[in-house]
């Protein structure tokens, strides 16, 4: 259970909700940022069509991840194949339910994931409004679009400390186990963020977790 940490408190649940409230304007309990990323790799030489990503046009693995306001990757599930939809990934995963599970044990509230249209609206899950008619829920949306970008940017911070794994050309996936490079990637990007804070950390004013505390 990577919620299982003796850090991941009901009073660390609000301090994230409180960053993301003073940087979207928008008064709801989201803690923290979901969204699957494409990791392209060299076209394999079988099973070319399961790992063919169309919207990014790319041979790929892909990752689901949460991204929470001190510049962390609290989650990360995969490697599996580039063609899958983010919400089956999502149901594959069985994130929901270790979330609801989680946070009964360890909060008195509700807070819930943000992320884009793609994702199903749950109880620990919010998306966009769809098909806005006001002009509160499109600056609803604006603002969330706004903090939400913080997840893209942990993606880029992975290949930014590690490049060789944004050179496609090398990452063959039948002859190098080029998902849990990735996976590898994600531990030390947070480490390296624990020990020094990223833009995210910095953009929300919110300070990681100790190394110790991240590694217990």
């Not at 993301?20 to 070319?48: C, E, H, K, Y």
């Not at 002009?135 to 060789?164: C, K, P, Y």
């Amino acid at each position: 259970d990577p919620f299982n940490k003796p850090y991941f408190t009901p009073a660390l649940l609000q301090s994230y909700s409180n960053a993301v409230q003073a940087r979207s304007g928008v008064n709801l309990r989201i803690w923290s940022f979901i969204d699957g990323t494409v990791r392209p790799m060299s076209r394999p030489i079988r099973g070319q069509r399961l790992f063919y990503n169309g919207h990014k046009r790319v041979h790929a693995l892909k990752f689901q991840s949460i991204a929470t306001p001190d510049g962390m990757i609290s989650h990360l599930y995969g490697p599996v194949d580039g063609r899958r939809h983010d919400a089956a990934i999502l149901e594959e995963s069985g994130l929901l339910v270790q979330l609801e599970n989680s946070m009964a044990r360890t909060a008195t509230s509700v807070y819930s994931l943000y992320g884009d249209p793609a994702y199903p609206t749950r109880p620990h899950l919010l998306a966009p409004i769809r098909n806005p008619v006001t002009q509160g829920d499109r600056n609803h949306n604006r603002n969330m679009s706004g903090v939400r970008q913080s997840v893209e940017w942990l993606f880029g911070n992975i290949t930014t400390l590690f490049a060789f794994l944004d050179f496609k050309r090398n990452l063959k996936l039948l002859l190098s186990p080029i998902g849990l490079y990735y996976q590898v990637g994600a531990i030390l990007a947070n480490c390296h963020n624990c020990l020094y804070g990223n833009e995210v950390s910095r953009k929300f004013k919110l300070s990681p977790p100790t190394l110790e505390e991240y590694l217990q």
